[in-house]
């Protein structure tokens, strides 16, 4: 039988003589030019790749010093802050973001409406996933559940191995995000309904726009819904959506064997 508190005692007891003899000088890393992290010695971002997707800028060139200044995000050339403007109360903002960093461009009212109706189709699960894959594992770490059922999906992708490599990336994409928010909110009702005794039954309406139907589904309604709503929208769905992206990308890498497909896809610049 495992016994948890025996294995950690060891664990605890073997550290010191990892840190003996896995300990590297922090001179080495100046002598080979090697960063730790994202960051180098002086604590500036290093560059890491080339993107036409985003743009973070934290420092502003003032009489030829690099002076730290309000951080500023930019997808495909626009300002965050002016498109979350634009958006505005009712908008598709999840929709128009994902459409703008998949494809490059802002969507018309037809291409945004044709998008919709392809998420919206998309947003299904294969038959007992919900069942098998997420509510018998059920955990607080909600991204911990996300990531293990988008990894499991992959074993029932049936054009796993399509030679079409980027128009078969692009479904993949389309597809991950379209679930994203139906992978969190039955994450969060597992996980509520077998620590705090709170009901699973809750209907899902897949055709609404990804911020009602996240807000709704989380049985979240109050006074404050479309308060509510539109903060949900902002912050996690539009502000994280290259983490989403980020994620389709990892994740196409190890499905396929081809993690130059997800790298070529998305760059990082810091």
Not at 91 to 98: L, Q, R, S
Request: aromatic share 10%.
């Amino acid at each position: 039988m495992r016994n948890e508190d025996e294995l950690m005692n060891y664990a605890i007891k073997q550290e010191a003589i990892c840190r003996k003899n896995d300990s590297i000088s922090d001179a080495l890393f100046e002598e080979y030019g090697v960063n730790r992290g994202l960051r180098d010695m002086n604590g500036k971002g290093v560059l890491t790749g080339l993107t036409t997707i985003s743009k973070i800028i934290s420092f502003q060139n003032v009489n030829g010093v690099q002076t730290p200044c309000d951080g500023q995000l930019w997808y495909r050339g626009y300002n965050v802050q002016n498109l979350v403007k634009c958006i505005g109360d009712y908008g598709y903002g999840f929709e128009k973001i994902a459409y703008l960093l998949l494809f490059g461009e802002a969507p018309s009212e037809e291409e945004l409406q044709e998008f919709c109706q392809i998420m919206a189709q998309s947003r299904t699960l294969p038959t007992n996933f919900t069942r098998d894959v997420i509510m018998k594992a059920p955990t607080r770490d909600i991204m911990n559940s996300m990531t293990r059922s988008i990894l499991t999906l992959g074993s029932y992708d049936n054009k796993l191995n399509s030679p079409e490599i980027i128009t078969n990336s692009l479904r993949q994409c389309i597809e991950l995000i379209s679930v994203f928010p139906m992978l969190a909110v039955y994450a969060y009702h597992a996980y509520n309904h077998y620590e705090n005794n709170d009901s699973m039954s809750h209907s899902i309406d897949q055709t609404l726009m990804i911020k009602y139907f996240t807000c709704k589904n989380l049985g979240k309604i109050s006074l404050y819904f479309l308060l509510i709503v539109n903060i949900l929208d902002i912050g996690t769905n539009i502000l994280h959506h290259l983490h989403y992206l980020n994620i389709c990308s990892a994740m196409l890498g190890s499905f396929e064997g081809r993690h130059c497909c997800g790298n070529r896809r998305i760059g990082i610049r810091t």
